[in-house]
């Protein structure tokens, strides 16, 4: 008897997979998908594997997780679907399964689309299948990028998680239910903010350390408050009653594309910014290149005390030039190891010294001091730095050859636009633009290295050279207690 069941434990199975992203009535349900298999399977032992809720775009899914691990295993000999795009909508993917399957010996069926997976044909239609199912993703994906777009156009919220002080919600415009906020009870805290940032000369670290001591709005602030949330919080128009002024500083601060007429900003809206950040880099884009739009609900801010605020942050930026106030060449790549947080160096009585923002803004970190001093710190990343650069003179000559490269790729780019179609010309801009983007990032580290003689970094080199050439290579530095670790952004 033992041995029979140490046999049938032992036994290979047919793993039935189902999917379902989002419960439609127009959607196959997992139920559905299972039953549909189990038909299939005649007398088959099974083994389910549902994920509920998961998309099809990749592979980080629990039940297909464990369904892979089970194959590893050797319990497995057949995997079935009832729809290919069930278990991936990615060639990519469904080719990374494939290999699998292949490794493990294990057979595939899908009881929609019809194929032999042992015949080299059968391996063929499914490769075209999955090429097919990959197309249909990237188009809705478009599609829902033209709907975000459209929502903005005609005022509409485009959706996700509302800004502090509003809640979501939907108002009737031309029959139609469409997504808007509306002021919730977090909009007074809003408004003080705003009046006390106009009004008081408070500096936003003094404000966030009082709401986060005040425990303001904890529910929606879990983390507590910084200055860079408040930041963000002043600087958006989704706040202030969007009236000719509004237009008119945006209009001197360069903004791209204004979505409305002038005579539709007249304060009853507010209104919003798109286009911040690049959607393939998730850089910020210059001020030209964003769109403002009005929106459907009002602010719950007035104009007035928004042009204020705007005011006292244009100043702020224009002070805080390089080399002028900083009072380290290092500013502003500084990381605390424990929490993440950046970690400022801050000057009193003719010392300079570390503090963590995620303990004296935040109140989150448990580190209070760091056992680095500032001149030891430096002098390490300056030798770090000079030992880089000193030895990188093939990286030098790399990059000058991708330069020219990138010059004569331009050229030819340029050349086929007599020929292009619409869609091929907003191809060949796009990628224009990328590679001008690398062309200047490689300019800029040229300059960095010396024809004569290596780079060094002399203790007389001016601050703006360091602080450059630190932001050009480095991405962070994390700091813990005596340790630092250098993170760069690139490979030379």
Same mark, same amino acid.
Not at 257 to 262: K, L, M, V, Y
Not at 331 to 337: D, E, F, P, T, V
């Given at each position: 008897?033992?041995?029979?069941?140490?046999?049938?434990?032992?036994?290979?199975?047919?793993?039935?997979?189902?999917?379902?992203?989002?419960?439609?009535?127009?959607?196959?349900?997992?139920?559905?998908?299972?039953?549909?298999?189990?038909?299939?399977?005649?007398?088959?032992?099974?083994?389910?594997?549902?994920?509920?809720?998961?998309?099809?775009?990749?592979?980080?899914?629990?039940?297909?997780?464990?369904?892979?691990?089970?194959?590893?295993?050797?319990?497995?000999?057949?995997?079935?679907?009832?729809?290919?795009?069930?278990?991936?909508?990615?060639?990519?993917?469904?080719?990374?399964?494939?290999?699998?399957?292949?490794?493990?010996?294990?057979?595939?069926?899908?009881?929609?689309?019809?194929?032999?997976?042992?015949?080299?044909?059968?391996?063929?239609?499914?490769?075209?299948?999955?090429?097919?199912?990959?197309?249909?993703?990237?188009?809705?994906?478009?599609?829902?990028?033209?709907?975000?777009?459209?929502?903005?156009?005609?005022?509409?919220?485009?959706?996700?998680?509302?800004?502090?002080?509003?809640?979501?919600?939907?108002?009737?415009?031309?029959?139609?239910?469409?997504?808007?906020?509306?002021?919730?009870?977090?909009?007074?805290?809003?408004?003080?903010?705003?009046?006390?940032?106009?009004?008081?000369?408070?500096?936003?670290?003094?404000?966030?350390?009082?709401?986060?001591?005040?425990?303001?709005?904890?529910?929606?602030?879990?983390?507590?408050?910084?200055?860079?949330?408040?930041?963000?919080?002043?600087?958006?128009?989704?706040?202030?009653?969007?009236?000719?002024?509004?237009?008119?500083?945006?209009?001197?601060?360069?903004?791209?594309?204004?979505?409305?007429?002038?005579?539709?900003?007249?304060?009853?809206?507010?209104?919003?910014? %798109?286009?911040?950040?690049?959607?393939?880099?998730? %850089?910020?884009?210059?001020?030209?290149?964003?769109?403002?739009?009005?929106?459907?609900?009002?602010?719950?801010?007035?104009?007035?005390?928004?042009?204020?605020?705007?005011?006292?942050?244009?100043?702020?930026?224009?002070?805080?030039?390089?080399?002028?106030?900083?009072?380290?060449?290092?500013?502003?790549?500084?990381?605390?190891?424990?929490?993440?947080?950046?970690?400022?160096?801050?000057?009193?009585?003719?010392?300079?010294?570390?503090?963590?923002?995620?303990?004296?803004?935040?109140?989150?970190?448990?580190?209070?001091?760091?056992?680095?001093?500032?001149?030891?710190?430096?002098?390490?990343?300056?030798?770090?730095?000079?030992?880089?650069?000193?030895?990188?003179?093939?990286?030098?000559?790399?990059?000058?050859?991708?330069?020219?490269?990138?010059?004569?790729?331009?050229?030819?780019?340029?050349?086929?636009?007599?020929?292009?179609?619409?869609?091929?010309?907003?191809?060949?801009?796009?990628?224009?633009?990328?590679?001008?983007?690398?062309?200047?990032?490689?300019?800029?580290?040229?300059?960095?290295?010396?024809?004569?003689?290596?780079?060094?970094?002399?203790?007389?080199?001016?601050?703006?050279?360091?602080?450059?050439?630190?932001?050009?290579?480095?991405?962070?530095?994390?700091?813990?207690?005596?340790?630092?670790?250098?993170?760069?952004?690139?490979?030379?």
């Amino acid at each position: 008897m033992k041995n029979t069941a140490t046999e049938q434990t032992t036994e290979k199975r047919t793993a039935i997979y189902a999917r379902q992203s989002v419960d439609k009535k127009d959607s196959i349900s997992v139920e559905t998908q299972i039953e549909l298999c189990r038909t299939r399977c005649g007398e088959d032992a099974v083994c389910i594997y549902t994920d509920r809720g998961f998309s099809g775009k990749n592979l980080k899914r629990p039940g297909y997780i464990k369904m892979t691990g089970d194959i590893a295993c050797g319990k497995i000999r057949r995997v079935m679907v009832y729809r290919l795009d069930r278990l991936s909508r990615s060639v990519g993917d469904f080719s990374k399964m494939w290999e699998i399957f292949e490794r493990y010996g294990v057979e595939f069926s899908s009881i929609s689309e019809q194929f032999d997976t042992s015949t080299p044909i059968g391996k063929a239609m499914v490769y075209i299948i999955m090429t097919f199912a990959q197309l249909e993703r990237e188009t809705i994906a478009e599609r829902v990028s033209d709907n975000y777009y459209s929502r903005i156009r005609t005022g509409a919220w485009p959706g996700g998680r509302a800004p502090f002080g509003f809640c979501n919600t939907r108002l009737i415009s031309g029959g139609h239910s469409v997504p808007s906020l509306s002021a919730d009870e977090n909009a007074p805290t809003v408004c003080r903010i705003f009046s006390e940032y106009a009004s008081s000369g408070r500096s936003l670290a003094s404000i966030a350390k009082e709401l986060s001591k005040e425990k303001s709005a904890s529910a929606a602030r879990s983390r507590g408050w910084d200055s860079k949330s408040l930041s963000r919080m002043l600087r958006s128009p989704v706040y202030t009653s969007a009236d000719r002024a509004v237009l008119l500083y945006y209009r001197n601060m360069g903004i791209g594309t204004i979505s409305n007429r002038d005579e539709e900003f007249d304060g009853t809206f507010s209104a919003h910014i %798109v286009g911040k950040r690049s959607s393939q880099t998730s %850089v910020s884009n210059p001020m030209s290149q964003r769109t403002l739009s009005l929106t459907n609900f009002p602010g719950i801010v007035d104009s007035g005390t928004w042009l204020r605020c705007q005011q006292r942050l244009d100043q702020n930026r224009q002070l805080a030039k390089p080399g002028t106030e900083s009072p380290s060449w290092l500013s502003g790549i500084l990381r605390c190891a424990s929490c993440g947080y950046s970690v400022r160096i801050k000057k009193a009585g003719g010392r300079r010294y570390l503090s963590c923002s995620g303990r004296h803004n935040l109140h989150i970190c448990r580190v209070s001091s760091f056992l680095v001093k500032i001149d030891e710190l430096e002098r390490q990343v300056e030798s770090c730095i000079s030992s880089l650069l000193s030895s990188s003179a093939e990286a030098l000559q790399r990059g000058r050859k991708r330069q020219a490269a990138i010059d004569e790729e331009i050229r030819g780019l340029v050349e086929n636009c007599a020929l292009a179609t619409d869609i091929s010309m907003k191809y060949i801009n796009e990628k224009i633009g990328e590679l001008e983007t690398e062309k200047q990032q490689l300019a800029k580290l040229d300059h960095l290295f010396s024809d004569s003689a290596p780079f060094s970094f002399a203790a007389d080199r001016i601050f703006s050279g360091k602080k450059e050439a630190a932001a050009l290579l480095i991405d962070r530095i994390e700091i813990d207690g005596r340790k630092i670790d250098i993170y760069w952004k690139t490979d030379i």
